[in-house]
C-alpha cells in the first residue's frame, strides 16, 4: 500500500490585525522526510504513517509539514504556495493508496474561508479513487465540503490537547482499514448551532470522552469527534459539531451524532470552564499557597469561552 502524508496549519484569529505571512512558517517548515521523530500539534499524522509503513511493509510517500503561530489571515499567495507545494507533491507520489493529512481546521486565508476544505478537495480531485483522511484539532471549522470530501476526518478529543499522536495512529488505522475494504466509513454531522467547549482534565467534560471512547470499536461505531469550535473567527462554518463515522450504516451514525450533539446542546455552559480576572486569580492564589488553584476554589465568575491553541 502506498501511503503520502503531508501538514500544514495554523489557526487564524480573523479578527487579530497580525497577518500570518511566509515568515511565520519558517520556524516550522520540514521539506519532504525531514520531519523530526517527535509529532507536533498538526503533525502527528506523519508520525503515525511512519510507525504504520514501518509495521506494516507499506511505502510512505512523505511531503511537507509546517505550521505558523496562531495570528491574523494568511495571505493568499502565502495559502496558494504552500497548498500547491503539496498537491504538486501529491501529484507527484500518484497513483497512492491512502492521504493523510495533518491539519488544524480553523485555517483561514485571504479569499479561502476554509482552507482544510479547499485543501481536501483539491486533493480529491488527484487522487480520486484513494482513501482520504485529516486530522483536526477539535479548535476547527468543519464544514461540509471537508466532511464529503474526506473519508475520514478525526480530531483531538483531549482538551488540553495530550492526544495528537493517539488520535493520528487511530486516522492511520482507520484509513488503512477502509483502502483494505475491512470497513466502510459513513458520515453523520450534526451541528450544535453554538459555540461551546469543555474541559477534559474536569468534569463533565472527562466524563463525556471517556463514554465516547467506550464507543468507539463497538456496535459499528468507527469514530466519534466533537469539533468544539474556534471562536475567534468570523466564517461559516464556526461552531461545535458532532461528527460520527459508522461501518456502513448512515442512519446509526445520524442518530449518534444528534444525540451526542444535544447532550451537549443540553449542558449550556456548564461545561465552560471559568476564566479568573486578574485581580480574582491572584487573590486565589494568595488564598492558597500550597500551589496551583484548584477548579473548586475558582470564583463564580460568567463562563467565558475559552481561549484556544
Ligand atoms: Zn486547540
Known amino acids: 500500500m502506498r501511503i503520502f502524508a503531508a501538514s500544514l496549519g495554523t489557526e487564524t484569529n480573523t479578527f487579530a490585525p497580525i497577518p500570518t505571512d511566509r515568515r511565520a512558517f519558517a520556524h516550522s517548515y520540514y521539506p519532504p522526510g525531514t520531519h523530526p521523530a517527535t509529532p507536533t500539534l498538526c503533525s502527528a499524522p506523519i508520525v503515525a504513517a511512519r510507525e504504520a509503513a514501518s509495521a506494516g511493509g507499506h511505502s510512505l510517500i512523505e511531503g511537507t509539514a509546517t505550521w505558523a503561530e496562531p495570528a491574523g489571515l494568511t495571505g493568499q499567495a502565502?495559502?496558494?504556495g504552500l497548498r500547491d507545494e503539496i498537491l504538486g507533491q501529491l501529484r507527484a507520489a500518484m497513483p497512492v493508496d491512502v492521504v493523510l493529512f495533518g491539519l488544524h481546521g480553523a485555517m483561514v486565508a485571504h479569499g479561502y474561508d476554509d482552507c482544510e476544505g479547499d485543501l481536501i478537495a483539491r486533493a480529491r480531485?488527484?487522487?480520486?479513487?484513494?482513501?482520504i483522511g485529516a486530522e483536526l484539532d477539535l479548535h476547527a471549522h468543519l464544514s461540509d465540503l471537508m466532511v464529503a470530501k474526506a473519508d475520514l476526518i478525526i480530531a483531538f478529543k483531549e482538551f488540553?490537547?495530550?492526544?495528537?499522536?493517539?488520535?493520528?495512529?487511530?486516522?492511520?488505522?482507520?484509513?488503512?482499514?477502509?483502502?483494505?475494504?475491512?470497513?466502510?466509513?459513513?458520515?453523520?454531522?450534526?451541528?450544535c448551532r453554538m459555540i461551546a467547549g469543555y474541559m477534559t482534565s474536569?468534569?463533565?467534560?472527562?466524563?463525556?470522552?471517556?463514554?465516547?471512547?467506550?464507543?468507539?470499536?463497538?456496535?459499528?461505531?468507527?469514530?466519534?469527534?466533537?469539533?468544539h469550535g474556534f471562536q475567534a473567527a468570523d466564517v461559516y462554518d464556526v461552531?461545535?459539531?458532532?461528527?460520527?463515522?459508522?461501518?456502513?450504516?448512515?442512519?446509526?451514525?445520524?442518530?449518534?451524532?444528534?444525540?451526542?450533539?444535544?447532550?451537549?446542546?443540553?449542558?449550556g455552559n456548564a461545561g465552560v470552564?471559568?476564566?479568573l480576572k486578574t485581580a480574582e486569580a491572584v487573590a486565589a492564589?494568595?488564598?492558597?499557597?500550597?500551589?496551583?488553584?484548584?477548579?473548586?476554589?475558582s470564583p463564580a465568575t460568567a463562563p467565558s469561552s475559552s481561549p484556544n491553541c
Open 273 to 275: 470552564p471559568v476564566h
Open 78 to 80: 502565502v495559502y496558494e
Open 160 to 191: 488540553p490537547h495530550t492526544d495528537f499522536l493517539a488520535r493520528a495512529r487511530e486516522l492511520t488505522a482507520l484509513c488503512i482499514a477502509t483502502a483494505e475494504q475491512r470497513i466502510r466509513p459513513v458520515a453523520s454531522l450534526f451541528d
Open 202 to 227: 474536569r468534569e463533565p467534560g472527562r466524563s463525556f470522552v471517556d463514554r465516547l471512547q467506550a464507543m468507539e470499536g463497538t456496535n459499528g461505531i468507527l469514530s466519534i469527534t466533537v469539533i
Open 239 to 267: 461552531g461545535t459539531k458532532v461528527l460520527v463515522y459508522a461501518d456502513g450504516d448512515a442512519a446509526k451514525a445520524a442518530r449518534l451524532a444528534e444525540q451526542l450533539g444535544r447532550e451537549l446542546i443540553a449542558w
Open 125 to 131: 480531485e488527484i487522487a480520486p479513487d484513494a482513501v
Open 285 to 297: 492564589a494568595i488564598a492558597n499557597p500550597a500551589g496551583t488553584i484548584p477548579a473548586a476554589a
